[in-house]
């Protein structure tokens, strides 16, 4: 009924003169190049900004002429960057704390993804969706008991972890190894059965089937994990501000916050060096391994 | 002779019990377990532990001596900037999901209306305020926003309209909060909903064109009912992420002017950290449970269904 009074009320429109549903089509797709373009330019103003004042003397910057335009472009503010111990600092700071925690939490999530994939033990189902939900809980939420249970700590032991850039190594994990293990399950869950039976009747255990088999074949999950952990440590910004305050035991984005901007005096030019330097790795990643970037982007929330 | 006897028992009892053990390792539940046991120690003693203890901490006075049960939450509800941060938070959360989920909308369904040879070059550009950190990208838009040279306002000169307090005024700084929030979040949306989008089948619109549907139509009933999923999902994290961001207003205003931005997380920061009274801040980040356990319920209904469908 409704079918039939569609068909006879879009009868009129189709009866148009030949041709005009491809004139449409191509209206239609230069609509949406023009408005793609204007979201593009909206996306990508903060970019190029960036860059665009860190090619930029503090002479210019402060001279008020054209800022989206730099009439005497310098390297200087990344010269000047690269050569400072500070932040140099910094940017070792973060790499060592992301490099770390990445193979932390690698060494974590994939035994535990296989183990809750493959080998059914009591509660493994429970655990899972525990593990699915405190990948629901934000640090925002965690942070301050955190901070007390890390000065109890030293109080009891007198290891100081507060303010030494390590205590970072315990504190990411939480933020990468559950959605890791999320994602790797998934991975590991569309492997078939017959590959591992197969491996078990030829005298394969655990360990080889996880590390002859199971690894290889997901490797595309394992990389989009990979990903996932190192750009999620390379820019957490909550922990180390609440945790760290020595200029030496800083990390990237922390670092250029407190250090760069001294008192009112904002030097822009090399705070958006900084910027930019900053986030060049997870940029530089994003676009040589795309689409392992997306793949463990979707996966979290289609995969399940 | 006794003793000689007992200690015989004793190696066997031992040998018994050690080949006991080495059986239960070699048992299939025991390794499996014992391959998830780095995770459930993590997850217990770092995110479980710390939740329940933040419980503890809100019941504590601020020099953590005494107990004083609901003291502090019965102190937030008579201050004035609580409600303005519980107001805040709200308004924050639910105007930045919605304008990210119809940006979004809007732009994946242009991505993917485009030749599929350059869809891949457009998704790689709008992407990219995902990409960067979101404490690197905050600051650039602290530096368009900068009272004295703000870039917007330098164009906004060249059209004769007088320069815009963006961080300064408070209804603008909510605006900016909200701005970036969206700018960093809509990517996001663009490629789950593209992946919705990708995952149609080609056969339904043919269907429905043959049936004489016009563009609303097929939007609303193929398109929308075959995205709902990931369209509620997408929008319940980020709803999520949203009500617990911290990272922008942090940078962009630090809560200011006169906490007119402040969130629950910038404040339980400002209060607890800065302001060096642990149990109030823990009280203020509590609340942000309720809302949470709602979204996680949704969520986890909807990861049981699509599982119990899988299996």
């Known amino acids: ?304 | 002779m006794v003793d000689a006897a007992l200690a015989a028992r004793s190696v066997i009892g031992r040998a018994r019990l050690l080949s006991r053990w080495r059986k239960a390792m070699q048992r299939r539940s025991t390794i499996a377990f014992l391959m998830t046991l780095p995770l459930i120690v993590l997850v217990a003693v770092l995110v479980l532990y710390p939740a329940f203890y933040s419980i503890h901490l809100a019941t504590l006075n601020k020099s953590m001596e005494r107990f004083v049960g609901f003291g502090n939450f019965l102190f937030l509800f008579k201050r004035e900037t609580f409600w303005m941060v519980v107001r805040q938070s709200c308004i924050f959360a639910i105007t930045a999901v919605v304008f990210k989920a119809l940006i979004g909308f809007i732009v994946a369904h242009l991505v993917h209306n485009v030749p599929s040879k350059g869809q891949r070059k457009w998704r790689g550009m709008l992407l990219v305020p995902w990409v960067i950190p979101p404490a690197m990208s905050c600051l650039a838009w602290l530096w368009l926003f900068d009272p004295s040279y703000s870039a917007f306002n330098w164009l906004l000169a060249k059209l004769g309209i007088g320069p815009i307090a963006w961080i300064g005024d408070a209804y603008w700084a909510r605006f900016c909060v909200i701005l970036v929030n969206v700018w960093i979040g809509a990517p996001f949306f663009m490629i789950m909903y593209l992946a919705a989008l990708k995952s149609v089948p080609e056969q339904l619109y043919e269907a429905a064109a043959i049936d004489g549907a016009n563009w609303w139509q097929r939007m609303w009933y193929v398109t929308l009912p075959m995205m709902r999923n990931i369209m509620a999902i997408t929008a319940l994290f980020s709803l999520i992420v949203t009500f617990a961001n911290f990272d922008i207003v942090r940078i962009l205003t630090a809560g200011g002017p006169i906490d007119r931005t402040h969130v629950f997380a910038t404040w339980a920061f400002w209060i607890g950290i800065q302001g060096n009274d642990i149990p109030l801040g823990a009280s203020v980040s509590l609340f942000m449970v309720p809302i949470l356990t709602v979204a996680a319920i949704f969520i986890l209904r909807d990861v049981h269904r699509r599982a119990s469908e899988m299996s």
Not at chain 1, 12 to 18: L, N, Q, T
Not at chain 1, 126 to 143: Q, S
Not at chain 1, 230 to 242: C, D, G, I, N, R
Not at chain 1, 271 to 284: E, F, H, R, T
Request: charged share 10%; aromatic share 16%; net charge positive.
């Open chain 1, 1 to 304: 009924m409704t079918g039939a009074s569609i068909t006879t009320r879009a009868a009129p429109v189709r009866r148009h003169k030949p041709g005009s549903i491809s004139r449409d089509r191509r209206w239609a797709l230069r609509w949406s190049y023009f408005f793609l373009a204007l979201f593009a330019i909206f996306f990508l103003i903060p970019p190029l900004y960036m860059l665009i004042t860190s090619l930029k003397t503090s002479a210019e910057i402060s001279a008020a002429s054209n800022p989206w335009w730099a009439y005497h472009p310098t390297l200087g503010n990344f010269i000047e960057l690269l050569s400072s111990p500070q932040y140099l600092t910094f940017f070792r700071n973060s790499a060592l704390v992301s490099l770390i925690v990445v193979a932390v939490t690698m060494l974590i999530s994939v035994p535990a993804a296989f183990a809750l994939s493959r080998m059914r033990f009591w509660g493994s189902v429970a655990l899972a969706t525990g593990v699915f939900l405190t990948y629901l809980i934000p640090e925002t939420l965690l942070f301050i008991p955190l901070f007390k249970m890390f000065a109890l700590f030293n109080e009891w032991t007198d290891i100081q972890l507060i303010d030494r850039w390590w205590v970072l190594l315990p504190l990411y994990p939480t933020l990468t190894v559950p959605f890791c293990t999320w994602i790797m399950i998934g991975y590991f869950a569309s492997i078939p059965r017959e590959l591992d039976e197969a491996a078990l009747m030829d005298g394969a255990n655990y360990r080889q089937i996880l590390l002859r088999v199971f690894i290889p074949v997901a490797l595309p999950g394992l990389i989009a994990a990979t990903i996932f952990a190192f750009t999620v440590s390379w820019a957490q910004f909550l922990y180390p501000l609440a945790f760290t305050t020595s200029a030496d035991q800083l990390v990237l984005p922390v670092g250029i916050i407190t250090s760069l901007i001294k008192g009112d005096v904002f030097n822009w030019g090399q705070i958006m060096a900084g910027v930019l330097l900053g986030a060049a790795p997870p940029l530089l990643i994003y676009a040589f391994l795309m689409d392992y970037y997306i793949a463990g982007l979707t996966a979290g929330a289609t995969k399940g």
